[in-house]
């Protein structure tokens, strides 16, 4: 049974960076995808960017592009999502999520329990 | 980019109705299309993906439907746990988008 445990709840200064961290157990985690989706309050979901680990290779949407960078390691099954010059917008609970293959369809089968970023001055 | 719109985005119904949404898709996607529940304070549960594919575990009563650029999640008759919010999600492989529709919240009446 695949488990995505997140960080912990962050309060962060308008202008400053946010690491968010997702600790990956069960199954093989360099074998993985994972991505990232974020969540205003009262708002939809919204796809930010995934990694690879095996390939270290990451994507990244066009909103979030020279914004967010997500990184992997495979020594301790992690992966990592960080935000910069942060601002009130970016205020929301952010997830990751494992982005698997089943046969020629990925979909996301497992979650994080999410982390709530607060960005206030 | 990709983009989804769902409708509607509310949706009232009563406990035993049969419930539809629709997933437009501004390009052809064949069937890259994923179908999550979210309840409040919850991370979104995977119901459907590849269309039509039932996740394992998730009722029957749940079923999708369609291809290139319609969708629909039907309900075939609602339960109390179904009143949440529901998305679509597009999983192209090339770009490698992940988009996710607005959501349509179901609610009761």
């Known amino acids: 049974q695949v488990q995505l445990v997140q960080s912990g709840a962050e309060v962060k200064k308008p202008g400053s960076s946010v690491k968010v961290s997702c600790k990956a157990s069960?199954?093989?985690?360099?074998?993985?995808?994972i991505s990232w989706v974020r969540q205003a309050p009262g708002q939809g979901l919204e796809w930010m960017g995934r990694?690879?680990?095996?390939?270290?290779?990451?994507n990244y949407a066009q909103k979030f592009q020279g914004r967010v960078t997500i990184t992997a390691d495979k020594s301790t099954s992690t992966a990592y999502m960080e935000l910069s010059s942060l601002r009130s917008e970016d205020t929301a609970v952010y997830y990751c999520a494992r982005d698997a293959n089943y046969g020629d369809y990925a979909l996301f089968d497992y979650w994080g329990q999410g982390t709530l970023v607060t960005v206030s001055s | 980019d990709i983009q989804l719109t769902q409708s509607p985005s509310f949706l009232s119904a009563s406990v035993g109705d049969r419930v539809t949404i629709t997933c437009r898709a501004s390009?052809?996607?064949?069937?890259?299309l994923a179908w999550y529940q979210q309840k409040p304070g919850k991370a979104p549960k995977l119901l459907i993906y590849a269309a039509s594919t039932l996740q394992s575990g998730v009722p029957s009563r749940f079923s999708g439907s369609g291809s290139g650029t319609e969708f629909t999640l039907t309900i075939s008759s609602l339960q109390p746990e179904d009143f949440a919010t529901y998305y679509c999600q597009q999983l192209n492989s090339y770009p490698p988008g992940r988009t996710f529709g607005g959501g349509t919240k179901v609610e009761i009446k």
């Open positions: 069960g199954g093989t985690f360099s074998s993985y995808t």
């Open positions: 990694i690879i680990p095996i390939l270290g290779i990451a």
């Open positions: 390009q052809g996607i064949s069937s890259y």
